[in-house]
């Protein structure tokens, strides 16, 4: 490995490493809601408020999650993923085809195969709808569909929450449970989410200088 590799993989910080910085920030503290409840009054918060719609938006996205991949389960082992088995006398083996594009660039090194391309097609084809049928039949397109909307809405939620103005340590500590799952769930394709650890660094520190106002206040 190259030294520039290693200072790349030593600089950048854990999602651990992170998240312990966080909670240092706000005095190694871990609220739970119903922790926070006790200690003020949130319930009008904004961020509580959206909190608890993304709670049930997640759970959602969840049950279906697991839905869908219960059911693809069952397809794959009931009917298989649509292939198509080629034997021939230039292949070493028999070869599982997935794809006519698979199928091409195979042929492209064996171009005696395109004889059997039409017949690749037809095989395919047959899978294919096989599949299709059973899809029909217990909902497994229909449920991936359901899952996305989901997944869809809970981001929307999970923007307004980050978005919206803490005022009590239970929106505080909504928006760092939002924050843990999310790096507990690590969907590809995400980043962690610095722009909103900054907006709760932010928030902890307006949240300090009311608490100190209110202080001030009654000690005059």
Do not use: N
Request: proline content about 2%; glycine content about 4%.
């Amino acid at each position: 490995m190259a030294d520039s590799e290693i200072t790349t993989s030593l600089s950048r910080p854990s999602r651990r490493d992170v998240l312990s910085a966080a909670l240092m920030t706000i005095g190694g503290t871990s609220f739970s809601s119903a922790a926070a409840e006790s200690q003020d009054h949130g319930a009008a918060d904004a961020a509580f408020l959206a909190w608890k719609a993304w709670r049930a938006a997640h759970r959602r996205t969840l049950a279906l999650c697991r839905k869908q991949q219960r059911l693809e389960a069952e397809l794959a082992r009931t009917i298989g993923f649509p292939q198509a088995v080629l034997v021939a006398a230039e292949l070493q083996s028999a070869r599982r085809i997935s794809s006519l594009r698979e199928f091409d660039e195979l042929a492209a090194d064996v171009p005696s195969l395109f004889t059997r391309r039409d017949e690749v097609t037809a095989a395919l084809r047959a899978h294919q709808q096989r599949w299709d049928d059973a899809d029909c039949a217990i909902g497994y397109s229909v449920t991936r569909q359901e899952e996305a909307a989901a997944s869809a809405y809970e981001e929307r939620l999970i923007a307004r929450l980050f978005a919206a103005d803490t005022t009590s340590l239970r929106g505080l500590s909504a928006k760092l449970d939002v924050l843990i799952a999310i790096g507990a769930d690590g969907a590809e394709g995400r980043h962690f989410p610095w722009p909103e650890l900054r907006r709760i660094r932010r928030d902890v520190a307006r949240l300090v200088q009311l608490q100190r106002h209110d202080a001030f206040g009654l000690t005059i």
